[in-house]
């Protein structure tokens, strides 16, 4: 069913969100190719349930892992992380109905 499928990715993108949010410092400090791999992998999650704001500033991020423009995407972070937490309310609230 249509609804089970959102909902199976909706969990996927909470636990990923919840993993990145946990693991990050330590990758903007000596893991940059995994950071690179993980904002590109959100991004695509968010993407796919439509999360347009989230999936830009992803992409706005991962384009600065590129460039190791680490400080930046530490500065971002809390942007992000509020970002996320919206849109997790949203779609949850969104797919209960």
Do not use: W
């Not at 946990?22 to 439509?50: S, T, V, W």
């Not at 991962?62 to 949203?90: G, V």
């Amino acid at each position: 069913e249509e609804n089970e499928l959102v909902k199976q990715m909706f969990g996927r993108l909470r636990d990923h969100s919840q993993q990145f949010f946990q693991a990050a410092p330590g990758m903007i400090q000596g893991h940059e190719e995994r950071l690179g791999f993980e904002l590109h992998k959100l991004k695509n999650q968010y993407a796919n349930l439509g999360c347009e704001s989230a999936s830009y500033l992803l992409e706005k991020m991962y384009q600065l892992a590129q460039q190791r423009r680490y400080e930046e995407i530490n500065q971002l972070l809390p942007q992000f992380k509020t970002l996320s937490d919206s849109t997790l309310i949203q779609l949850k609230s969104a797919i209960s109905h």
